[in-house]
């Protein structure tokens, strides 16, 4: 579907890096709901394309996260923490002092930490498929800053295998991901880089290290009792987060909480989005596409 309203533009923050973004707005909408929007790890900005003309009221940007799509590569390592303040760093180079935080996955997690991080800026959350970041017992963390010790050592280990064609790098990540193929190829034609003998992954490769450390169990049960802002969740019922035995406790935690079930899987947000913005547009009060 042809979107007259959305343009492609890169913005800089701090230290140089470039922040590849679409947005969507109406210079005729009398809204001024403004929306940043965050993907999920190893995707891009393409995710929320599929429900763009379902939030038409909407002053919409939806970012490549660095490391992902066209936007910069880190020179250090990626981790939730550091990425919420970053994210921070783009509504600042966007000048938007308090907005709404749309996040898939990943990004999910991000929105709500950012909640947690400046609740003066941020007016509520959508975290679709997220219940917060990934957790480990402290137990666990000997072994996990050895592995990610031993993946930096070998910058190699994670570089992108070449593909012929890109209907090979779809098939691909349809193994990897539970999705619709024509959402797996709006994902591929953003994160797609051709080379001299085929196509290669554009994200940087960095990204599949094993992090430093997680946060427990505890932390982010804190941090989710901590956020002041209206929080929506959108929970699939073939989902990642359905069948978390920590996603009920966590959102038990919220405060002020919408909660969305649907059907569908991780990423109906781009496979069904109609149901998605439809709540979206419920939980926020922005109008919908005429005759949606």
């Known amino acids: ?23 969507q707005r109406d210079p005729h909408s009398p809204s001024d709901t403004r929306v940043l929007c965050l993907h999920g790890w190893l995707d ?30 880190l020179q250090g390592p990626y981790s939730v923490l550091d990425t ?3 994210c921070f760093d783009i509504a600042d180079a966007l000048q938007w002092d308090s907005f709404h935080v749309v996040g898939h996955s990943l990004g999910g997690s991000l929105a709500l930490m950012m909640a947690v991080a400046c609740p003066a800026r ?19 963390f000997p072994t996990r800053l050895r592995k990610a010790t031993d993946d930096r050592a070998h910058p190699h280990r994670y570089q992108s295998r070449t593909f012929d064609t890109e209907g090979a790098a779809v098939e691909s990540r349809l193994k990897a991901t539970k999705m619709d193929r024509l959402s ?21 490769p960095a990204l599949r290290n094993a992090s430093l450390s997680y946060l427990d169990e505890s932390c982010i049960e804190s941090a989710m009792a901590s956020i002041e802002c209206p929080t929506h969740a959108v929970v699939a019922r073939d989902g990642f987060i359905a069948h978390r035995d920590e996603s009920g406790t966590r959102l038990g935690q919220v405060k002020d909480l919408t909660r969305t079930e649907l059907p569908g899987h991780h990423h109906l947000h781009m496979d069904t989005p109609e149901p998605v913005a439809a709540s979206i547009n419920r ?10």
Request: no cysteine; hydrophobic share 40%.
């Open 1 to 23: 579907m042809q979107n007259p309203k959305l343009t492609t533009s890169t913005v800089s923050i701090p230290t140089d890096l470039t922040i590849a973004l679409l947005r």
């Open 44 to 73: 891009n900005a393409n995710s929320f394309v599929p429900m763009m003309p379902y939030l038409p009221d909407i002053d919409l940007v939806a970012v490549d996260l660095p490391g992902h799509g066209h936007s910069s590569h």
């Open 84 to 86: 919420t303040v970053r």
């Open 122 to 140: 941020i007016l509520s959350t959508t975290a679709i498929e997220s219940a917060g970041p990934l957790t480990e017992r402290s137990e666990k």
């Open 184 to 204: 797996a190829e709006l994902i591929i034609r953003r994160q797609l880089q051709t080379v001299d003998s085929g196509f290669q992954w554009r994200f940087d």
């Open 283 to 292: 939980f926020l009060g922005t109008l919908p596409a005429l005759g949606g």
